[in-house]
């Protein structure tokens, strides 16, 4: 495993060492709060006899998934002063396999953008590369993980939140299989597309902490009813025969230095026993404004409880531009006149796009992309919306099938880190796992 520090140091020295490391990058902006009793909860730690899973294991948690004691911010001036007075279903599973919590990550605010950008306490730097943007909404969660200021972290994916800031700062991530793991605890950004999912270093890290936090849960009658899956033991890099797609609109669409790196993965993955095949998806082209029609009805649903009157600001009065767009497009789409016209029509293209999705996988075991069509814009450069949207062309897919994803980081164009993109089967986490497991051969940041 690519760990930061010798496991030779104590529970404590390695936490104190993250603690100042934070305080040296604090520039990046990764992290919105910290858990001052951190000390305290390692010193817990170590009296126990017992040592379970994730055993010290030091996390960092987007900032949009509630843990007790700390601030679910999500980045907005709408709950900067909301303490969270519950553990989320997968914090909860985190501390029962004794994880510590470091503290809560920036991010996009309400999880609205893909480029780190938008948040209220000012945007996350890429610790890779500081003029370029880490990607987003789970900007801090990426940057975290990329800088050594953790362990792992938790991010959440509704339309390549984890893939696209994992891909732009080279550090592995996953959006599991909707309903694998419970989303309890959650903010919501658009309850249908929602998932959490890991962001580590390694791809072994990855694999346990997902092992931890999926599962059924009582309190989401969206989980599966399984309630415990394995993934650490069935790792392996042995991934001869694997039958792997690409798809050609997606190829069409993603530019050539991006390309130049997949196509290279590509051959990688042939030498080591792959099958190689070239598909074509029919309706996966409406797949951007599918996903945005129905993000934004959902997202003004899930936004009418933040009206001053229970807790927090009313949010169309302090919230940012992007936010507020989303909720004024919400709106109109919701009105009665429009409902069939635009949000109907989309829920049917959505199933559309899940069957050409699903049978494209059927007689294969993964679907092989670059993760965003574009090379990342720089800090601060003003992007138009409909082309910063762009960015999850090609990510969205795999949340309209409610289908796994992963990202290896394989490689850079110049100073800027490229992942590649793994898509399988609902549940077939770990032929991702074990693709992302033989791709760390060639991960330029080990």
């Known amino acids: 495993m690519m760990n930061s520090y010798p496991s030779e140091i104590n529970l404590k020295e390695k936490v104190v060492k993250y603690l100042e490391e934070i305080k040296k990058k604090e520039h990046l902006n990764a992290f919105i709060e910290l858990n001052n009793n951190i000390i305290k909860d390692v010193e817990i730690l170590e009296k126990k006899d017992k040592k379970r899973k994730l055993y010290g294991l030091v996390l960092a948690i987007k900032s949009n ?235 003004f649903s899930a936004t009418r409880k933040y009206d001053g009157r229970r807790y927090g600001y009313r949010i169309e009065e302090v919230c940012g531009e992007e936010v507020l767009r989303r909720i004024l497009i919400g709106r109109y789409i919701s009105q009665k006149e429009y409902v069939g016209k635009y949000y109907r029509k989309a829920l049917q293209f959505r199933n559309l796009i899940r069957k050409s999705v699903l049978k494209a996988l059927k007689d294969i075991d993964v679907i092989i992309s670059a993760v965003t069509p574009k090379l990342p814009h720089k800090l601060g450069e003003k992007i138009p919306p409909l082309e910063m949207y762009k960015y999850d062309l090609l990510t969205v897919i795999a949340n309209l099938a409610g289908i796994p994803a992963g990202v290896a980081p394989v490689g850079k164009v110049d100073r800027i880190p490229v992942g590649v993109q793994i898509m399988a089967k609902s549940l077939e986490e770990q032929k991702i796992l074990n693709l992302m497991y033989c791709l760390e051969e060639i991960n330029p940041f080990k």
């Open 65 to 299: 998934i509630n843990v007790k004691g700390l601030r679910a911010t999500c980045a907005s001036k709408t709950l900067e002063n909301y303490v969270s007075t519950y553990d989320a279903t997968v914090v909860k599973r985190l501390k029962n396999e004794d994880a510590l919590i470091i503290g809560m990550t920036n991010m996009d605010e309400f999880a609205c953008g893909s480029s780190g950008e938008t948040s209220y306490f000012g945007p996350t730097l890429n610790p890779r590369n500081e003029e370029i943007i880490p990607g987003g909404s789970s900007s801090g969660s990426a940057a975290a993980v990329a800088a050594n200021l953790c362990d792992a972290s938790l991010g959440t994916d509704t339309g390549g939140s984890i893939r696209n800031p994992c891909s732009h700062c080279g550090v592995y991530g996953l959006k599991p299989t909707y309903g694998l793991v419970s989303r309890h605890g959650l903010i919501d950004l658009a309850m249908s597309f929602d998932t959490i999912g890991p962001i580590a270093r390694d791809v072994e890290t990855l694999a346990k902490i997902l092992e931890v936090i999926a599962g059924y849960d009582e309190k989401d009658s969206t989980t599966y009813p399984i309630r415990k899956y394995d993934f650490t033991s069935k790792l392996k890099r042995d991934v001869t025969g694997y039958k792997i797609a690409l798809v050609k609109q997606l190829q069409e669409i993603t530019d050539k230095k991006i390309l130049n790196i997949i196509e290279k993965v590509i051959e990688f993955l042939h030498d080591k026993g792959c099958r190689i095949y070239e598909i074509s998806i029919p309706n996966i082209e409406k797949g951007l404004p599918t996903y945005y029609l129905i993000n934004f009805v959902e997202f």
